[in-house]
T-cell receptor
């Protein structure tokens, strides 16, 4: 596609439920990132995939967070047992030299 | 680890130039970026500079890179009210494509 696509664009979930966020990167981009942006704050790195290498998970805030990517295609970020503090915009980016971002998924945990 | 610092806020008058500054710690960065985020919107790649360049100009935008001081700046000429947004500086870490962002500078353009 023309850009990085994320779905859903908005998600409201009840505390304790699991959520899955999807990112479709730009075709051919080897690197993929997930970031989180809480209201009024900067970007917080979560996880980074580069080709077939082991992902850098150093930014995941707890073991409730996990992400997968198959090859150089779609990635999913899963948050288990969501908490109110997980409410944020989750941004995905893909890169093959320059990073391009999706529009993000706004997650609200009520 | 890598650290990227930006001032939090900048206010300018319409028509003036804006200069947003950024400092970073990783000297091996290959690409350095400026992103713009308007209220309620995603991040928009504004411009970027390769680490072997000192300056890049793109219409009203000028990026200056001082590698010795690890200082990056974004100059917006003839700033317009539509330029009001948060501007994020980002650098790749260890040339690995892993991006580290500053906390963003909120630019307010006064009429």
């Amino acid at each position: 596609g023309a850009g990085v696509s994320q779905s859903p664009s908005n998600k409201v979930t009840e505390k304790g439920k699991d959520v899955e966020l999807r990112c479709d990167p730009i075709s051919g981009h080897t690197a993929l990132y997930w970031y989180r942006q809480r209201l009024g704050q900067g970007l917080e790195f979560l996880i980074y995939f580069q080709g077939n290498s082991a992902p850098d998970k150093s930014g995941l805030p707890s073991d409730r967070f996990s992400a997968e990517r198959t090859g150089e295609s779609v990635s999913t970020l899963t948050i288990q047992r969501t908490q109110q503090e997980d409410s944020a915009v989750y941004l995905c980016a893909s890169s093959s030299g320059r990073a391009f971002f999706g529009q993000g998924t706004r997650l609200t945990v009520v | 680890g890598e650290d990227v610092e930006q001032s939090l806020f900048l206010s300018v008058r319409e028509g003036d130039s804006s200069v947003i500054n950024c400092t970073y710690t990783d000297s091996s960065s290959t690409y350095l970026y400026w992103y713009k985020q308007e209220p309620g919107a995603g991040l928009q790649l504004l411009t970027y500079i390769f680490s072997n360049m000192d300056m890049k100009q793109d219409q009203r935008l000028t990026v200056l890179l001082n590698k010795k001081d690890k200082h990056l700046s974004l100059r917006i000429a003839d700033t317009q009210t539509g330029d009001s947004a948060i501007y994020f500086c980002a650098v790749d870490m260890d040339s690995s494509y892993k991006l580290i962002f500053g906390s963003g500078t909120r630019l307010l353009v006064r009429p």
